[in-house]
Nanobody, 119 residues
Framework: QVQLVESGGGLVKPGGSLTLSCTASMSSSMFSISTMGWYRQAPGKEREAVAN???????RYADSVKGRFTISRDNAKNTVYLQMSSLKPEDTAVYYCRAYISYADRTYWGQGTQVTVSS
């Protein structure tokens, strides 16, 4: 059973920075071909995609975070990161890590980590 474990959430002031990590319990070969992504869900809102990275390294970002957030991955550690800077109160949400394995059409989610941006 694949598990995704996020860490790094917390309380930060507007304009601050935070880095989230997500480690996947799967083989390195499977991780390396997975599309890894970060999603978020604010209270009363639907879950939305924040950033995704496919196996080749190509990335995609939501317009609201472009230029402020950076997704990266370390295949040797089965870990994906989300570096967040210039944080705004509207970035407050539970952030979820997602792994998608295309050949099996399987999706896995982490349990989520809370990010709160407030003065």
């Amino acid at each position: 059973q694949v598990q995704l474990v996020e860490s790094g959430g917390g309380l930060v002031k507007p304009g601050g920075s935070l880095t989230l990590s997500c480690t996947a319990s799967m083989s390195s070969s499977m991780f390396s071909i997975s599309t890894m992504g970060w999603y978020r869900q604010a209270p009363g809102k639907e879950r939305e995609a924040v950033a995704n990275m496919i196996s080749t390294g190509t990335t995609r970002y939501a317009d609201s975070v472009k230029g402020r957030f950076t997704i990266s991955r370390d295949n040797a550690k089965n870990t994906v990161y989300l570096q967040m800077s210039s944080l705004k109160p509207e970035d407050t949400a539970v952030y979820y890590c997602r792994a998608y394995i295309s050949y099996a059409d399987r999706t896995y989610w982490g349990q989520g980590t809370q990010v709160t941006v407030s003065s």
